[in-house]
């Protein structure tokens, strides 16, 4: 069920079941690399519960479009919400339909600059109310269900997932080579804020746009991408979430502690 397509009245006894399953989907508004389309880590969420949907029994609530970007405000087209902003979305999010008895929730997460904000709002939920809270994020799970799935910002993981999601919006043909301007010779960029030093790799909080200039940096490069390992991908994803929200229903909410 979608929570938009519903009545209030045809809501209330869902929201009232304690088995029911809420499920969030959430990104970001944001650059994505040379080809990733802005709303990269919103699109690939509602696909993803779009498809669960239809697979599962849960209500599913409109997208959160928007998130956390400070650290990609300098490219065009970002639209950055800020962390307490962010924090009082999901405490609304969270608290409105718990008010009406929803126990269950489950967020769908394109962008891990959201993650601190869905986390402090979450806890509050659980502590006040005895909720289950959980975070799903896709591109983090998806290199731990087949190691060849990296995971990078707006490079081959995320434009092989729209690929598949949003095929009409990637075009590699007008992809530049990723240039990387390395902070000296000692410290590589792995990832956007990450840089390896001496064996280890060490976060670097900084806007990204002076070292990675065209955004996307990662595991690989953005033209590494194909249709099959978005299709792979995004077909293990659906599978595992539908699955991991079957079993989540089933926790006895008594089981909550630290209440
Ligand atoms: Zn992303």
Redesign the pocket.
Known sequence: MKLAHLSWRKAEPVLNNPDTVVVIPI??T?Q?GPV?PLG??WL?PEWITNEMEKRTDILVTPVIPFGVATHHTSFPGTIDMGLETLIAVMRGVFTNLAKHGARRFVVVN???GNDPAIEKAGLEIARETGALVALLNW?SIAPQLNKAWTTG??DAQ?VAAMMHVHPELVDLADCPKTVVNELSEDFAFTHLSAIRYKGAVVKLVRDLKRGIPQGGFGGLASENATAQWGADMMTAIVDYFSAFVEDFRKVPLDRIEDR
């Open positions: 990104g970001s944001e994505h990733g990269t880590d690939i394109g962008h891990g591109w910002h707006g995320e």
